[in-house]
């Protein structure tokens, strides 16, 4: 009995399993991604952002970043662009020494341990990096330039070490920068943060932040990514202006970003921390005031911040004098003014200014208006604040009578300086970034303290300055890197003096090592210097930058300002070092929870995820079911809730988890995870793979010299449908909406299969051809494979994008008559397939219709599908 072959024998599906490998190593062994620096062609630096390699490997969320991007250069490749598309490792810093601490390992052999995971599994997806270029931040051939670039930025001023109170987590054991806290939180392990003095390294970032500012209006990025940035660095324009203590020689300097309201200020406010607060308390008010400011010192600054919570103060007994009108008015202390913004004082305008109205009205200090309301409400009357707008300046001597509008408050600072009252001012919310940690795993930093000559930098000949090979490396918890201990690293003579002197033990934060990461791609095993200037001129800035939104003002803030430092020194030419960035949107899986019990916290990243407490893994069997709650969230390893791209690529192969991340969403959008989804991209796939296999065989080389007598109606069809494909796909690649440029080659599938019984042959050639090089980007191996069986030869990376033809893609048209009371009146012409609306509307704006219709609104309007338009009128 004659046996029926099986699907894979016969060949119905496509046999990922044997191609995928095959083709990776034939990539491999061409060097097909290594980029050329000598290239005539036009250059195209794409790049994902640096990461970490974390001990889980790389999940299918991660992929949502790679392929993406791997899309985008392979179409750019065969657009004819030189590509640089590397990757390396993030390797230093917080997250890799917290994870090699619980491990009880140590980070460096853990990290490369890791990095091979994920350069295995990156490969294994297809994705076409430079792997010459790797690179790894903890490695002393990389960070001996991370150390030359402090170096440059302390000759410039731009790196100083200052005692300051500094944001420091309990846990890590280590100091933080402002941005590595998260509503108060140490952005690592969500301890709380705690205010610590302590002698630590800045870099004067607050120096650049204008520049930070007005530059982001020359790139390329989501808005949501440049209004974050512009909000963290927060310019307020304004003025200072001092106030004479009553009685004293002491002036009192505020900032204020409403000069105009000066005459409204019945009180002062000074920051609890406030240097004059002792100076001018009188002694019958020292004691509350101390007693104040005691309790203050253990209020965090999230809650004082915080607008909603009850208003506390005391008074100092003393007064000041508003410069405008010589009143009298009170100083008081209180939590709300935060001595690290602004001058730590401040005027208060109750009127105006809804936390000084709230401290008013509980201390019931008097309010006066300085701009007349529309509604006629009065100091008595009023609930609440009331903002800038209002008829006309009341109660403010010369300025009465001014309509309220933008040109008040430069009047103010006019007369302010004009009368040396005080001067306009704009202050920043930025802070300088604190640079240094107490940690071991991080570039060391590369000073040292001498008693007679200070910091000295450590001369260029003796870096890096290695960090030594240690045993033990957990965070002392004393303030003090665990560097400290090791004598031999730390006792050392000044290399100015000769003299015994001590090594700085504090490392870099992580983030100093991605700061200047992409220049390194353009050079990366420069021995001699960090990059060689004509490799950074020819490569950079990075065209394409990929990644997740959450390092909106952290990793992009710190480059940004290491790439204008740098340009500032004529290091490289130019100051914005990512022109486009684009951020994927999150993976999402459907995640087993049950609900909190009575005061439970939830703790759950996400905040749209409340009232959900995730069931761990080993919880998840013996959960009764009917109880669980399941909920979308991020897929991470927290969360238990994982899929590896092994998983989908072991049982679906790497292009149709391919098809799968760049089809089922907008680029920037969530993604819900969907295993099903995963099959239907692989019906797809496999639909493609058995057109090839029944057609690969009649395939004519030479289809050209046929195909101008193709031109029965199914074969015009099906190669209108591809030319219009091919246009729409190329725009879509080139702007990262890969849903929507597949979701038309899956069009194009139908069409094709819906007319291949009957299409000429030629035309059948024709499709093959083009869909293989429009699939080379998309499904690379199984792409590769398809070419090569039409008897090509190389690789698509290496072939030209085909260009449509436009006289191929333009729809038919077709005359449609029109008559008006039974006469003709005009012809339209209009695309075959128009719809009977679009039809209407264009006859009853036919210029000759109108003058038919001389005026009358016509009765009815008849339209034969595609063939007549009557109009009774
Ligand atoms: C008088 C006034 C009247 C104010 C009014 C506002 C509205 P931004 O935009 O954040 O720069 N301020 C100044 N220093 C402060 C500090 N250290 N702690 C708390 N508040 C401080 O806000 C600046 C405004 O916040 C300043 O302008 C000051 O109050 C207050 F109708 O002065 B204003």
């Known amino acids: 009995m004659q046996q029926t072959p099986t699907m894979e024998a016969r060949g119905d599906h496509y046999p990922f399993a044997e191609i995928e490998p095959r083709w990776q190593k034939r990539w491999d062994d061409a060097q097909l991604f290594v980029a050329r620096d000598d290239s005539p062609k036009p250059k195209f630096f794409a790049l994902d952002f640096f990461p970490y390699p974390s001990g889980a490997g790389l999940s299918v969320g991660h992929c949502r970043n790679y392929i993406p991007t791997d899309a985008a250069c392979r179409y750019m490749a065969m657009k004819g662009y030189n590509i640089l598309h590397p990757m390396g490792w993030d390797a230093f810093g917080q997250p890799a020494e917290n994870e090699a601490i619980k491990r009880g390992r140590h980070p460096r052999e853990m990290v490369e341990q890791y990095a091979s995971t994920y350069r295995r599994q990156m490969k294994m997806i297809g994705i076409s990096y430079d792997w010459t270029r790797e690179i790894n931040s903890s490695h002393p051939s990389y960070y001996k330039w991370t150390q030359w670039f402090f170096l440059y930025l302390f000759k410039r001023g731009l790196a100083y070490r200052a005692n300051a109170p500094t944001n420091w987590c309990p846990s890590c054991k280590t100091g933080l920068a402002n941005e590595e806290v998260k509503e108060g939180k140490c952005w690592r392990c969500s301890t709380p943060i705690e205010k610590r003095p302590m002698p630590q390294w800045f870099f004067k970032i607050t120096e650049y932040a204008d520049r930070l500012i007005d530059d982001l209006n020359t790139v390329n990025w989501p808005d949501g990514i440049k209004r974050m940035q512009r909000e963290w660095i927060g310019r307020s324009p304004g003025a200072e202006v001092d106030f004479q203590v009553y009685g004293r020689d002491e002036k009192i300097r505020i900032f204020t970003t409403r000069p105009d309201t000066l005459y409204g200020a019945t009180f002062m406010v000074l920051a609890p921390e406030h240097p004059l607060v002792n100076e001018i308390t009188t002694p019958d008010h020292e004691h509350a005031v101390k007693a104040y400011r005691e309790a203050a010192a253990r209020t965090s600054e999230m809650d004082r911040m915080n607008a909603e919570r009850r208003k506390t103060g005391v008074f100092t007994g003393a007064h000041s004098v508003n410069p405008m009108n010589q009143e009298l008015i009170p100083i008081w202390v209180a939590d709300y003014v935060l001595m690290g913004y602004g001058t730590g004082a401040i005027m208060c305008v109750p009127a105006h200014d809804q936390r000084d109205f709230e401290f008013a009205r509980q201390f019931d200090l008097p309010i006066r208006l300085v701009y007349k309301p529309f509604d006629g409400t009065t100091e008595a009357t009023m609930t609440q604040a009331l903002p800038h707008e209002g008829i006309e300046v009341i109660n403010s001597g010369p300025f009465n009578g001014m309509a309220a509008g933008p040109e008040v408050i430069p009047a103010y600072i006019r007369y302010l300086e004009e009368h040396h009252l005080g001067t306009e001012k704009i202050n920043f919310r930025l802070r300088d970034w604190l640079i240094s940690r107490q940690r071991y795993w991080g570039a060391p930093i590369p000073i040292i303290h001498c008693p007679k000559d200070g910091e000295v930098a450590v001369p260029e000949d003796q870096l890096p300055v290695e960090l030594p090979d240690v045993e033990r490396y957990e965070p002392s918890g004393t303030g003090e890197s665990p560097l400290a201990n090791i ?72 480059a940004r300002f290491w790439t204008k430092a740098m340009y500032d020194g004529r290091l490289i030419n130019f100051h914005e070092p990512f022109q486009t960035l684009r951020n994927q949107g999150m993976l999402l899986n459907l995640t087993p929870g049950r609900a909190p019990e009575k005061g439970e916290n939830t703790d759950v990243e996400d905040e749209s995820v409340i009232d959900w407490i995730q069931l761990k893994p080993e919880e998840r069997d013996a959960y009764p079911e009917e109880k669980k709650i399941y909920r979308w969230v991020k897929m991470s390893k927290s969360y238990g809730n994982v899929v590896t791209p092994d998983e989908m690529v072991e049982q679906f192969g790497a292009d149709v988890l391919r098809v799968y991340e760049l089809f089922v969403a907008p680029f920037e959008e969530a993604i819900q ?27 004519d080389l030479n289809w050209r010299d046929q195909i101008g007598v193709a031109t029965d109606e199914t074969s015009m069809k099906i190669r209108r449908k591809l030319h219009q494909t091919l246009r729409k796909l190329g725009e879509d690649l080139a702007h990262f909406r890969f849903n929507v440029g597949i979701a038309a080659m899956m069009e194009l599938t139908n069409e094709v299969y819906a007319g291949k019984a009957h299409a000429h042959p030629a035309v059948m050639s024709e499709v093959l051809e083009t869909m293989a090089l429009m699939l080379g980007p998309i499904t690379p191996h199984m792409a590769d494979e398809l070419w090569e069986r039409l008897g090509k030869k190389g690789f698509l990376y290496q072939e030209t994008w085909p260009t449509f033809d436009p006289e191929v893609a333009a729809d038919p048209t077709i005359e449609v008559p029109v008559q008006v009371n039974g006469k003709l009146r005009d012809r339209l012409s209009v695309p075959s397939d128009v719809a009977d609306a679009a039809l209407e509307a264009l006859a009853l704006g036919s210029e000759k219709v109108k003058a038919a219709l001389e005026g009358r609104a016509p009765k009815k309007v008849i339209v034969v599908k595609g063939r007549l338009v009557n109009i009774v009128g």
């Not at 995870?673 to 395939?699: C, E, H, K, N």
């Open 487 to 558: 004598a031999s690293y730390v006792n050392v003579p000044c290399p100015k003096c000769g003299g015994p002197a001590r090594r700085e033990t504090d490392t870099m934060g992580g983030f100093a090592c991605s700061s200047w990461y992409f220049l390194r791609f353009a050079d990366p095993h420069n021995n001699v210097e960090a990059f060689l200037k004509p490799k950074v001129d020819y490569w950079l800035p990075v065209d394409l930058y990929v990644g997740g939104a959450e390092h909106a003002v952290m990793h992009l803030l710190y």
């Open 673 to 699: 995870w969907s295993t099903q989804g995963m099959a239907g991209a692989s019906r797809w796939v496999d639909r493609i793979w058995r057109l090839f296999r029944d057609f690969t065989p009649q395939y």
